[in-house]
Every structure is written in C-alpha cells, then in structure tokens.
C-alpha cells in the first residue's frame, strides 16, 4: 500500500510517497502443511489411493502398500523426473548463450585471446553452466516434493561417503611393512 502525505517545509504543493514495509506471510504449523501437502498429492496420484475398497481407509492401497510410503515413492519420482526434463531442455539453451558470451568476447578482442585461452574459456563455462542447471535441478526437485510430501528429501544425486581407511595401531603398521618388504617393495615409502 502506497501512503501519500505532505511534507511540511519544503513546499505545499510537494506531495511525497511512502511505500509501508511488506507484511509478514502467516506461519503455518507443519501439521497444515502435511494435511495441505496429502490433499494434493491425493489429487494427482488418486489412481496409487483405491478408495473404492475398505483396504484404503485403513491406510493401504490397493497393492497392499502403505499408502503413505507410497505417495512419498511417487512424489520423489515425480520431482525426480520434473526436474530432470527440466535440466534436459534448459542445459542446450544455457551453454549456446554461454558460448556467445565466449564468442563475443573473443571477437571484441582478437589481439588478446590466445587459442589455448579459449579452450579454457569454454571449459570453464561449461563447468559453471553445468553448476548452475545443478543448482536450478535441486530447487524444482525440492519445491516439487515439498508440495507434495511436506518434506524436501534428500538430492537422490548427491553421494554421502565416508573414508574406509582406518589409521593402523603401531603393531599394525610393523605388521604391514613386515608383509610390503616381503613382497619386495620399499616398506617406508
């Protein structure tokens, strides 16, 4: 909302504009959003949730799943794939205005570009154009699942590991270069 009010001092025919700060969104408890994120995952998958039979009701579909562990199932997948076709079909129009930036540049200073500096121009933008869609594929993955399951979910394409390698105690280590010199390797190196 726009306020008008007249400054006082400056002149009388001078109106000023004050734009009043946003207001505040409405909190809502997660229990809203789980009951809103179940409506609407009922409304696209309601071929997974047979109504029909009393099995529904008792909180299974009709293949026998627990319909909650199932519309979590379709909710991943279906974020999965919109943010994929997503990611298939914006990467192309990225990286051509990635390469015409390239281009340009090289064009404007043809004195000063090298072929090697291109080819690494063009790595580097394609590193961080790939970087970028990566970014854009996890926020539609997320906001995809959130709608439907309340919950954003792990990134199915991210790898959570941990070094296997334990550090050797003293008796260990004597052990293992005992066993690397017999094999006739430098058991110090």
């Known amino acids: 909302m726009i306020k008008r009010f007249i ?3 400056v002149s009388k025919k001078f109106k000023g504009v004050q734009k009043l700060p946003a207001q505040k969104t409405p909190k809502h408890s997660s229990k ?3 009951q809103e994120a179940d409506l ?17 009701s008792k909180g299974f ?3 026998g799943m627990g319909i909650a562990s199932t519309k ?11 943010a994929g076709k997503y990611w298939s079909k914006n990467l192309p129009k990225e990286l051509r205005k990635q390469r015409s930036t390239i281009a340009g540049f090289a064009r404007t200073n043809r004195s000063k570009v090298s072929v090697r500096g291109l080819k690494k121009a063009k790595q ?3 590193i961080k154009t790939l970087k970028k869609q990566d970014k854009k594929f996890e926020r539609i993955r997320s906001k995809t699942s959130e709608l439907f399951t309340s919950s954003k979910g792990p990134d199915p394409f991210k790898t959570y590991t941990k070094s296997t390698f334990k550090k050797l105690t003293v008796r260990n280590k004597i052990d293992f270069n005992k066993t690397k ?3 006739g390797f430098d058991p110090f190196k």
């Open 124 to 126: 580097k933008g394609f």
């Open 61 to 63: 579909s009709k293949v």
């Open 72 to 82: 979590h199932a379709a909710a991943t997948t279906l974020a999965s794939k919109t």
């Open 40 to 56: 609407k995952a009922r409304a696209k998958f309601d071929s997974i949730f047979d109504t029909g039979k009393g099995s529904a």
């Open 7 to 9: 400054i006082r001092g």
């Open 32 to 34: 809203w959003l789980d």
């Open 181 to 183: 010199s017999d094999w």
